[in-house]
């Protein structure tokens, strides 16, 4: 049986690069695993090849209508944490965007957790205050030092729920999350250049500097456009 719980959401346009995530799955995780999507726009047709195709994770398709509101700020994937929270407590969760494909396997992943039970998987190469409104770190509570390292990225979480440490985290990112003026401060927009603000990846990259956890190897995940 499977110690892993892994979250994704996806719609139809991105369906390609959802099968090549969970394809990486199949290579690295335990027969068995399961995936939450969250579907959020996948065509009826999709849904029968994953149920027809994929039959070495158990997914479980989550439907649910979103908001203009929940999908801008991306807020839609507080909604698979807290099912995971509730649910998969004393498991490993991982929460991988359609485009990220898992790279080490279930047993580096667990070496991983035994130096700090939460993971981003890369940083941006500039400082969290070029990324993220100065108005969420002040809310958050990030010191000076922190502003100026590097931003983490959000498409790639891990955190160790069989771990009180893990599951405060993921606690108190869920309740940051529901906070518009944190999330979303009045007048931001996503960017991909900065000066800007990345929403949840703010949130996410602030809270793992507060907690500490700011060791965050970038092989363990990355974009499957990425060639190495």
């Not at 396997?105 to 039970?117: F, G, S, Y």
């Not at 906070?179 to 990846?201: A, C, F, L, S, V």
Request: net charge neutral.
């Amino acid at each position: 049986m499977s110690n892993f719980i892994v979250g994704t959401a996806s719609n139809s346009s991105y369906f390609i690069q959802l099968q090549q995530m969970l394809y990486s799955l199949h290579i690295l995780l335990p027969n068995g695993t399961t995936v939450l999507i969250l579907d959020n726009g996948l065509k009826s047709s999709q849904i029968k090849i994953l149920n027809k195709h994929f039959g070495f994770l158990n997914i479980k398709i989550i439907k649910r209508e979103l908001t203009p509101y929940e999908r801008t700020s991306y807020l839609f994937k507080t909604f698979i944490h807290e099912v995971v929270l509730k649910e998969y407590s004393n498991h490993i969760y991982l929460w991988l965007d359609t485009k990220t494909n898992l790279k080490y396997d279930n047993e580096k992943l667990e070496a991983m957790l035994e130096h700090q039970p939460v993971y981003s998987h890369s940083p941006f190469s500039q400082a969290e205050s070029l990324w993220t409104d100065l108005r969420t770190m002040n809310l958050i509570g990030l010191d000076e030092v922190s502003r100026e390292t590097p931003q983490f990225q959000a498409s790639a979480m891990m955190f160790d729920l069989r771990n009180e440490k893990g599951r405060d985290f993921l606690e108190q990112l869920i309740k940051l999350n529901y906070q518009k003026d944190i999330i979303t401060p009045e007048g931001t927009t996503k960017g991909n250049n900065p000066p800007t603000h990345r929403q949840d990846q703010s949130v996410f990259s602030c809270l793992l500097k507060k907690f500490g956890y700011t060791r965050n190897p970038s092989l363990w995940a990355i974009c499957h456009q990425t060639i190495f």
